[in-house]
């Protein structure tokens, strides 16, 4: 609270007084401690952001060939390369014809819109999931279970990431960031082979080879 002090001379001739206003800001300790524990109280904290990782089976009886072989009619290799370029391929690679080598980018009209495309039955099941945990038809508990079987089904793209020494970190997360987006469950970082980028660079040549010859 506020206090005045009247530090005027009642003797002198002045009629004049000097106030000393001092101000008290002890209430303020207790009132910050409240405002600190409503805060505390209140705030909701950031939960933990997890990986959903597809792990290998642990039967005996497949071999560790079997267990890294992708389905060529679903898998989905990315190529990153320098400048902001985006090259993939579909299945096994074709080194002998570069046509089989199809550029794209990172906008939501380039890799999102082609991944889902090709993951559309994922998508719209867990899209169907979303609108159940709003409706409370289930629980949360329920709706994280249901959607790491549906990115895990059979049935479902596997993306293989090969970036390029020329390609930047944010390429790269970039093209991680399209996996969630998309509901990709299963997908690889792994090295790029030197093959991957003789056929980016036979791409590129060829490409503006038929360019000037069009011209």
Do not use: H, W
Request: charged share 30%.
């Amino acid at each position: 609270m506020a206090e005045i002090q009247d530090s005027g001379n009642k003797k002198g001739k002045s009629k004049q007084k000097k106030m000393t206003v001092r101000v008290d800001f002890t209430p303020m300790v207790d009132m910050n401690m409240l405002l600190i524990t409503f805060f505390m109280l209140c705030t909701t904290l950031s939960k933990p952001q997890t990986m959903e990782i597809s792990m290998p089976s642990n039967d005996k009886n497949i071999t560790e060939e079997m267990q890294s072989k992708v389905k060529a009619s679903q898998a989905i290799t990315l190529l990153l390369g320098g400048e902001d370029k985006l090259y993939y391929y579909d299945g096994e690679p074709n080194y002998t014809d570069y046509t089989s080598l199809k550029e794209t980018s990172y906008t939501a009209d380039g890799l999102r819109a082609m991944l889902l495309q090709r993951n559309r039955a994922a998508v719209n099941e867990v899209n169907r999931l979303k609108q159940q945990k709003l409706d409370l038809k289930i629980s949360e508990e329920e709706y994280s279970k249901q959607v790491s079987e549906i990115k895990s089904g059979k049935d479902t793209p596997t993306v293989i990431i090969k970036a390029t020494d020329d390609a930047s970190y944010k390429n790269l997360i970039d093209a991680l960031d399209e996996m969630q987006i998309c509901n990709i469950g299963k997908y690889v970082i792994t090295d790029i082979a030197e093959a991957d980028e003789f056929l980016m660079k036979n791409y590129e040549t060829k490409g503006e080879l038929s360019q000037n010859i069009a011209e």
